[in-house]
T-cell receptor, first 112, second 120 residues
Framework: NAGVTQTPKFQVLKTGQSMTLQCAQDMNHNSMYWYRQDPGMGLRLIYYSASEGTTDKGEVPNGYNVSRLNKREFSLRLESAAPSQTSVYFC???????????FGSGTRLTVV | AQTVTQSQPEMSVQEAETVTLSCTYDTSENNYYLFWYKQPPSRQMILVIRQEAYKQQNATENRFSVNFQKAAKSFSLKISDSQLGDTAMYFCAFMKSFNAGGTSYGKLTFGQGTILTVHP
């Protein structure tokens, strides 16, 4: 029972480099989400995908892009990393409204 | 936009005692859902308890219970018989529901978190 799988778990980037965070769920959930966690600010929504084939901006989308590749996979891309993007990133999914999210184990990203 | 406020950055409790974590939220919605999540040092986000706003009865899960006051927009978490394994960051979260293209989904808005330490 894998649930939500995120890769990588840790990453260090230089300013200006690009990378893609991968996320996959095996629970047949419709909706998927990307959050970032910063000290004292809780988790903030970056992008979400309500269903396969749709994506939309959340609270803090600047500097990020996403792709809902299929029902299982939802990736987050940083085109040109900045130190302000140093954070812990979480992918999550849920079946429909009212249900709690299932979270991945997170990616700690440091941009130097 | 919804906001969630956790006014206690840190709390501590002795093992076997009871502790209450506070949460308030601001919304103009009438139908919504509220959650408490636990994040231990492992970083994993774990769902603790869920409350549906249209249900007046407070949710309970074993040692965890909530005090949901809809009119006051308050949603506190009570942990009874605290255990060392309860040491974690706790997040309160509000879910607003949406319908789009035949799909229902919900967006979670989180509070800032409360660090709970259980002492032996």
């Amino acid at each position: 029972n894998a649930g939500v799988t995120q890769t990588p778990k840790f990453q260090v980037l230089k300013t200006g480099q690009s990378m893609t965070l991968q996320c996959a769920q095996d629970m047949n959930h419709n909706s998927m989400y990307w959050y970032r966690q910063d000290p004292g600010m809780g988790l903030r929504l970056i992008y979400y995908s309500a269903s396969e084939g749709t994506t939309d901006k959340g609270e803090v989308p600047n500097g990020y892009n996403v792709s809902r590749l299929n029902k299982r996979e939802f990736s987050l891309r940083l085109e040109s990393a900045a130190p302000s993007q140093t954070s812990v990133y979480f992918c999550a999914s849920n079946l429909r409204r009212g249900y709690g999210y299932t979270f991945g184990s997170g990616t700690r990203l440091t941009v130097v | 936009a919804q906001t969630v406020t956790q006014s206690q950055p840190e709390m501590s409790v002795q093992e076997a005692e009871t502790v209450t974590l506070s949460c308030t939220y601001d919304t103009s919605e009438n139908n919504y859902y509220l959650f408490w999540y636990k994040q231990p040092p492992s970083r994993q986000m774990i769902l603790v308890i869920r409350q549906e706003a249209y249900k007046q009865q407070n949710a309970t899960e074993n040692r965890f219970s909530v005090n949901f006051q809809k009119a006051a927009k308050s949603f506190s978490l009570k942990i009874s018989d605290s255990q060392l394994g309860d040491t974690a960051m706790y997040f309160c979260a509000f879910m607003k529901s949406f319908n789009a293209g035949g799909t229902s989904y919900g967006k979670l808005t989180f509070g800032q978190g409360t660090i709970l330490t259980v002492h032996p």
